[in-house]
């Protein structure tokens, strides 16, 4: 029912801008799709050569075990092939419950929005042109 | 079962990009669901003043009339606000579609990705840090 010809479920769309790889998660995010989003984001690295990846999570509201494992798993994929990964837009209520769980993410940088993970990783939105 | 807390559909995140707001639309966008996107994206160009709108639907692999007229509406509404709306990411097989359904979505920009989009939008995504 979730999409209507890519299989089971549709793989995450993975965005290039410039040097940066931006996903956006949404709702849940099931193993097949955790995976391939994975292998994804590794390939689209290895292409393009790209140096960093954003992942904004404004749109999850609970991130469990599984999640943090999926995440922790690209970032370390990610910076194998020497791009870092930054965590965008978390909201309080998913920060808290995290603690809470005894996640705390180790070895992902974060921000609070995706511009301003673009700018931790040296790449500004345009910003200059106001 | 697609969203844990926020209701029957999670809403489909927002994010700001310097002066453009970025959508990217996964899987099934249902009724209430495109409602709200609509109402997001127009709030946010009021409150923050932004110029542009790039809905990414790279992730989308069928644009039916109901989606059409959602984007269609999104992009009329943003303009309006004097916010000019792109449409980036299509697939071949979508635009493919769209010509045999008679949908040419009038009023729409198109790029072929979020990069070109906002460059069109005169935002260039870092790329003259290179």
Chains 1, 2 share one sequence.
Request: aromatic share 0%; proline share 4%.
């Amino acid at each position: 029912m979730s999409a209507s010809a890519a299989g089971p479920a549709a793989p995450v769309p993975v965005l290039a801008l410039g040097d940066v790889l931006l996903v956006t998660l949404q709702g849940e995010l099931h193993d097949g799709m955790a995976e391939q989003l994975q292998q994804d984001i590794t390939q689209r690295i290895a292409d393009s050569g790209v140096t960093g990846v954003v992942i904004d999570i404004s749109g999850v509201d609970m991130v469990d075990s599984f999640l943090g494992r999926v995440l922790a798993e690209i970032a370390s994929s990610a910076g194998l092939l020497a791009a870092r990964t930054v965590l965008a837009g978390m909201r309080p209520a998913v920060a808290i419950t995290l603690v809470e769980l005894g996640l705390t993410l180790p070895g992902l940088l974060t921000a609070l929005d995706t511009e301003r993970a673009l700018e931790l990783l040296g790449h500004g939105a345009g910003r200059g042109r106001t």
